[in-house]
């Protein structure tokens, strides 16, 4: 449950304060702001789930106990100098040290850097005014909030559809377009420009899981970035539009016997994915300053490949706030273009609705029963259901309800593109926050499982991930407009697992393998000998040892080190093979039609599907298979 009201115990708030103060100080040309920085930490924490709350808690006072079992004496009555001294020796000590910092201290410097005249210093977009009304069209009205309920209700269709993200809305809108009775059901609410204020923290606690709290373990710490809203994660994502390569569908062929997967076969279905979203080269006008870094920076090493991205933001006007709900509707994430589509075509929305049970009679399923936040039900009987709920949700679906999990994989085969961003500081302005924040990529080393995009985010998130303290993250958040930070992802062959975790939140184990962790050692290599040739002053890392690099020598020693999955900060935002695709049904969940293996009218449609990881930003790859998904429900349906 939410709080409604937010304060930290005075002993915590005694020691978060005092770690502003020398964590985070004043500068030339931004003033110290420990208490407001404490304040803005407790506001975010108001409105996220209590698990969040606590769990920061507990790392505060767990920070404070390791002070005190390291110096004999409270944090709170150390001298500013041992307190800094502290503080870099857990920057610099075991992954356990380095982690309660960084879930300490990154929210600490999010919120001191969240203050509306540091955005105002840097001509940065704070918060937008956002229009009072959005015109509402007519077959908005099939769109309903189950909260409005007051007593139990009981519907009848053709399909129900789980979920409005990149699956769910996608072969919401086909099947509707076929002409049958189509009902979708969304956990979250149905947000639209009217309520996106670009406020990065603001939005990532109402359209983000649990907040953007939803963290992979293992022999590393990822946080993985799933939205919960109608449209998903497609509200909450930068945009970009890759089709599957090639060779991903052959592997698909040979290991999981998906022959109907070609690049012919699929062609078809992309290009309507593509029509639809108004799929288009980003304009160079809006790509900004750290196109030209990345374009001066791979010239001058004699890399190709590098290009701006396809997006499906066709109205795009560079705002820089793509993952926190584009507040024009350019974007075309499914809220405003598969939702809309499937309502037009006679389908019915209803959102605030959590599914909790599968409906079934003999091998078949037939229905779906959701909660809504009164606690009444909404009970939809069909012809067919569609599991849309994400990579992380639609597996616990099937567990909670004992389905389609005779091959014991429902939750296993978890890919997730584990990634890094890079930051810089350049001797000058590049104003990465006045663009696309992911608006071009480095392909030249795709082949190798690296894909690098754009990773801008404003000015309080960018802090949050400067891996400095002190007068050295000072003088690096001061030199804002001169900042760039790039990022890659890399093709994972590393396996997690989801399994139910406690109040049915997600538990997320990932390990990643030597392979996985060689790659990211080259993908920054790359990035960094980049950023030097581009003319950076000094580059950022997030790796133990590495955290500030000066030149080049600096990327020499880091080719020499040795580097271990624990020394790497990083996050992931692609999540997928939790129920994966294949003929196999000892090895495999679903069928090359969607249908489990296990029981008849039930289709996963989303990105739980994808057999394997891909090497790109997956949304059209699980639009393009919803679509063709469309014709086996169909057919089961008839």
Not at 15 to 30: H, I, N, S, Y
Not at 252 to 263: H, I, K, M, Q, V
Request: hydrophobic content about 40%; glycine content about 10%.
């Amino acid at each position: 449950m939410a709080k409604s009201s937010y304060r930290f115990g005075e002993k915590n708030r005694q020691t978060l304060l005092a770690l502003a103060e020398v964590a985070l100080p004043g500068g030339d040309r931004f003033p110290a702001d420990s208490e407001g920085a404490v304040s803005r930490l407790e506001e975010f924490l108001r409105d996220i789930p209590d698990f969040a709350g606590k769990g920061y808690e507990a790392m505060a006072t767990a920070f404070e106990q390791a002070a005190r079992l390291r110096t004999l004496r409270p944090f709170t009555k150390l001298s500013a100098a041992r307190q800094l001294a502290f503080i870099e020796s857990l920057a610099e000590g075991s992954f356990p040290e380095r982690m309660m910092l960084r879930v300490v201290l990154a929210p600490l410097k999010t919120a001191r850097y969240g203050a509306p005249e540091l955005f105002e210093a840097t001509d940065g977009v704070f918060e937008i005014e956002q229009p009072q009304e959005v015109e509402r069209e007519r077959y908005m009205e099939r769109a309903m909030n189950a909260s409005d309920f007051d007593e139990d209700e009981e519907l009848e269709a053709d399909v129900v559809v789980v979920g409005t993200g990149a699956g769910g809305a996608a072969i919401a809108a086909e099947l509707a377009e076929m002409g049958l009775a189509v009902v979708m059901l969304e956990e979250g609410d149905y947000f639209t420009r009217k309520d996106f204020n670009a406020r990065a923290l603001d939005m990532q606690k109402v359209l983000y899981r649990d907040g953007g709290a939803t963290i992979a373990v293992g022999n590393c710490w990822i946080p993985i970035f799933l939205g919960r809203c109608v449209g998903g994660t497609t509200t909450v994502n930068s945009g970009t539009c890759y089709r599957i390569p090639d060779r991903v569908l052959h592997k698909w062929r040979r290991e999981f016997g998906l022959s109907d997967f070609t690049p012919e076969a699929m062609d078809p279905y992309f290009a309507k994915v593509e029509k639809v979203l108004q799929v288009e080269r980003a304009d160079p006008k809006y790509v900004g300053g750290m196109g030209r870094v990345i374009a001066d920076g791979c010239d001058a090493l004699g890399i190709e490949g590098h290009n701006p991205l396809l997006r499906n933001a066709p109205d795009c006007d560079g705002q820089g706030v793509c993952c926190w709900g584009c507040p024009t509707d350019a974007k075309r994430s499914t809220n405003v273009s598969y939702v809309p589509l499937a309502l037009r075509y006679g389908a019915n929305l209803f959102y605030n609705a959590e599914a909790e049970e599968i409906l079934v009679s003999g091998d078949k399923a037939v229905g779906v029963r959701a909660r809504t936040k009164k606690g009444h039900t909404l009970t939809i009987k069909s012809g067919a259901v569609v599991l849309s709920c994400g990579t992380m949700m639609t597996p616990l679906m099937l567990l909670k309800n004992r389905l389609g999990n005779r091959s014991g994989q429902v939750g296993r085969n978890l890919s997730i593109h584990p990634a890094v961003g890079i930051m810089g500081t350049f001797p000058y302005e590049i104003r990465g926050y006045s663009a696309i924040p992911q608006g071009y990529a480095i392909e030249e080393f795709h082949d190798e499982g690296l894909l690098y995009e754009g990773a801008f985010v404003p000015m309080d998130l960018t802090a949050g991930a400067v891996p400095l303290v002190g007068a050295g993250h000072t003088e690096a958040m001061e030199a804002f407009e001169r900042m760039a930070c790039f990022g890659f992802m890399v093709e994972d062959t590393s396996r997690g697992r989801v399994r139910m975790g406690p109040g049915g939140r997600p538990l997320i184990t990932y390990m990643l393998n030597d392979h996985d962790v060689a790659r990211m050692k080259r993908g920054m290599e790359i990035l960094f000998r980049i950023y030097f040739a581009a003319g950076a002053e000094r580059v950022f890392a997030p790796v133990a040892g590495f955290q500030e690099m000066w030149d080049i020598s600096d990327v020499e020693r880091f080719r020499e080190s040795t580097l271990k999955a624990r020394n790497i900060e990083m996050s992931a935002y692609h999540p997928l093979g939790t129920v994966r695709m294949g003929r196999d049904a000892n090895t495999s969940v679903v069928s090359s039609t969607h249908e489990a293996h296990d029981i008849k009218g039930l289709f996963v449609a989303d990105g739980s599907a994808v057999p394997s990881s891909i090497g790109v930003n997956p949304q059209v790859t699980i639009m393009a298979m919803a679509t063709r998904a469309a014709q086996f429900v169909a057919q089961r349906v008839g």
